[in-house]
């Protein structure tokens, strides 16, 4: 579980945070609306969908908002503090990326350089989208294709 103070930092810069998701631990995801400044993707728009019951009622929840820019996740487990930028589904993609940290500290401000500092992970993001086979060709001829933390040998 990620403690509301952690979240605070992220919603003092108009990032969204999502209700805890059982399915990644009870991490969250992590937006950046449409109208904050920031990094993003022109024409981009997406989110999560919000869970509803058997009355259409939202259970509780904040629906996601308008975004212009990929989520993030967050994630708290074992002493790790996860933050994942993973969107393509099967195996990871040349924008792709999982970076692990040891203080809540260092996410945050990993999270913060994605939406506001160096714009590089994002631009990355947005050629894939732009011509995904041709990303993961070069990405390979280039040797730099993301290898899931699990099938690491390191």
């Known amino acids: 579980m990620i403690e509301p103070q952690v ?6 810069r108009e990032l969204f945070t999502s209700h805890p998701i059982p399915a990644f631990q009870n991490g969250v995801w992590v ?9 993003h993707i022109p024409g981009h728009s997406g989110g999560y969908t919000c869970v509803v019951d058997e009355d259409g009622d939202l259970r509780g929840q904040i629906p996601c908002p308008e975004t212009n820019a990929p989520m993030l996740k967050l994630i708290h487990t074992d002493n790790i503090w996860e ?14 990326f999982t970076n ?42 280039e040797n730099r294709m993301p290898v899931p933390k699990w099938q690491s040998t390191s």
């Open 83 to 96: 933050v994942n930028g993973w969107d393509c589904a099967g195996a990871m993609g040349p924008a792709d």
């Open 100 to 141: 692990d940290w040891k203080t809540p500290e260092e996410a945050i401000a990993d999270v913060l350089d994605f939406f506001f500092g160096d714009p590089r992970r994002m631009k990355a993001k947005e050629l894939f989208r732009q011509d995904p086979k041709g990303e993961i060709e070069k990405a390979k001829r």
């Open 31 to 39: 937006v950046k609306p449409e109208h904050v400044a920031g990094n």
């Open 7 to 12: 979240l605070e930092q992220l919603q003092k």
